[in-house]
């Protein structure tokens, strides 16, 4: 009884070694057919989703400026990759590649959107379109000193004219023999005032930078651009922003400007006239329609309005007046007139005490 339970045991003991020996060998196929590298593995292939491109929605013609308008224009519609060539305008590429500019040629509805079929928009097409019944503006080249980096294209400005005037009058000289002599003298002043309100920048071309030994560096750089945090071994790094450029006193600045023709009459007039300047204040961005009336700005005005004291006519002169209309007044301000003694007249009526003028 005894030797048949040993032989039981010995049994059992071979089958177990006999399963775990196959398990062992079969795994080890398994594994064998197997790859190692996962990137042997082929993964499931997954559909390529179409193209989304720009067609005509109806005919465009030739040289037409084409603005944020998409939808009035332009279809999106969605193509197999391989139609798609490089020519083609994707619809993430509309602000890149057709807003802001102008047709080559014609373009009929239906027809695929084409990069080649534009070009960049010249200063023609940057003209404002006038209000109706308004005259359609030109474009105008202007030359303003100093004015730095204030100016870009887009922006709304004002012109601002300043002219040397000279006012003749005659100056009482010496008296002989009971003969007062007379003597032309000339008074200088400027005038300056606002020449053209809400003028549209159609371009700007700043002056080349001059290095200290006088040679040009050639154009502007572009404007400084805000630091970017660079981390370098878990420590940030303190970056330099890019200088702004630094222009020397006078240099000239070119800006294409939008112009009515009496505008540019008086712009050129005063390009053409000795000892005269033009300037330009640019507007904010919402500020393209209020057009302000101002007085204008002489020394005569100056003291007339604005209460810049006075000086008084002396005992020996006489104001040669020129004839050129009165001066604008406020209201209710009473002319400014002041008397003074001839020569040899009874001196009878005083100099005028000096009263401060309200600025309007």
Do not use: C
């Not at 945090?229 to 970056?239: K, L, N, R, S, T």
């Not at 023709?261 to 904010?284: C, D, H, M, P, W």
């Not at 001196?347 to 003028?357: C, D, E, G, K, R």
Request: no cysteine.
């Amino acid at each position: 009884m005894r030797q048949n339970s040993a032989l039981g045991m010995i049994i059992a003991v071979v089958v177990l070694i006999a399963v775990l020996a196959g398990g062992y060998v079969y795994f080890s196929k398994e594994r064998a057919n197997q790859p190692n590298d996962p990137s042997l593995i082929e993964p499931t292939a997954l559909p390529i989703p179409n193209v989304r491109v720009l067609e005509a929605a109806t005919d465009i013609d030739a040289n037409k400026l084409i603005g944020s308008d998409l939808e009035q224009y332009f279809n999106v519609v969605e193509v197999q990759p391989t139609e798609v060539t490089p020519d083609d305008v994707l619809e993430a590429e509309f602000f890149s590649a057709v807003q802001g500019k102008v047709t080559t040629s014609s373009i009929l509805g239906g027809e695929r959107i084409k990069k080649s079929a534009f070009r960049n928009a010249g200063i023609a097409e940057k003209l404002p379109t006038p209000e109706p019944g308004a005259e359609s503006p030109k474009a105008y080249n202007l030359f303003v000193s100093d004015i730095g980096g204030i100016v870009a294209e887009g922006n709304s400005i004002d012109i601002v004219g300043s002219y040397s005037l000279e006012q003749p009058y005659l100056r009482f000289g010496s008296a002989a023999d009971g003969v007062v002599s007379l003597v032309d003298e000339k008074y200088l002043d400027i005038s300056t005032h606002v020449l053209a309100q809400n003028v549209r920048v159609l371009k700007v071309v700043a002056p080349p930078l001059v290095s200290p030994d006088g040679q040009p560096t050639g154009a502007a750089p572009a404007a400084a651009q805000p630091t970017i945090e660079v981390v370098v071994d878990g420590a940030p790094v303190q970056q330099q922003p890019t200088p702004e450029p630094v222009f020397n006193q006078g240099s000239q600045w070119q800006i294409v400007v939008a112009l009515t023709s009496q505008q540019v009459e008086i712009l050129e007039y005063t390009k053409a006239k000795t000892g005269s300047t033009l300037n330009v204040v640019v507007r904010r961005a919402d500020d393209q329609d209020d057009q302000i009336v101002t007085t204008g700005v002489t020394m005569d005005l100056l003291m007339r309005l604005y209460g810049v004291a006075q000086v008084y006519a002396q005992p020996n002169m006489i104001v040669k007046l020129l004839d050129a209309p009165a001066p604008p007044q406020p209201p209710q301000q009473p002319p400014v007139v002041i008397p003074f003694p001839l020569p040899n007249a009874p001196q009878q009526q005083p100099l005028p005490t000096a009263v401060p003028t309200q600025t309007p």
